[in-house]
């Protein structure tokens, strides 16, 4: 499935996932602007756009029979229900991704990062942000002021039940800090790119290379 293509390694899916307010959207676009190696994840989606949002840039919005039919026809690598909307990741862009050698960045739930991870273990890098405290998660979700209470009370509720599917994933990183969580999810990216079997390409090239006998003095 993996092509080392032009990262001159195997790709891979870096996958955020997160309780809604715990800030994953801001680190995952701030990821995207120092990495061009990286790909943005556009999920499917039934809900509907919300003010400002681009159909195909920050989701492709479909209907519910829309999404069913790409269910029955198998084109998800990954799709779940989310506070009562439909989400999932189109497996083409995955394979396209790959194809052309780049990695691909997932702002997903838990759901989807559980699913990818089993469809794509040795892909798949799970990172895990917790917000640093209850009280701050409400306080946040408060002040976006584009929820109702009763929707920031259900979200808050679906948070306790997300956070306890953190054991699913690879890296935890508090965003109490938001530059210091920031360090930390670009550094859990760097160290994946560096892992031995996304280089190991690189490294039988060189043993190639070295048995070639074509570097020594002429």
Known sequence: MSSSGVLGRKPMLLVVSS???AGKTTLTRRLM???DSLTFSISYTTRPPREGEQDGQDYHFVDAAAFETMV?????AEHATV???RYGTADAQIREAFAAGRDVLFDIDYQGGRQLKAKYPAEAVMVFVLPPSMEVLAGR???RATDSEDIIRRRLEKAVDELGHYHAYEFLVVNDDLELAYDQLRAIYLAATCRWDRR???AEALIHEANLDEFGPQ
């Open 83 to 85: 506070h009562g909307n």
């Open 141 to 143: 979700l408060r002040n």
């Open 72 to 76: 029955s026809e198998d084109r998800f």
């Open 200 to 202: 190991s390409p690189m």
């Open 19 to 21: 309780p809604s307010g």
């Open 33 to 35: 602007v120092d990495f």
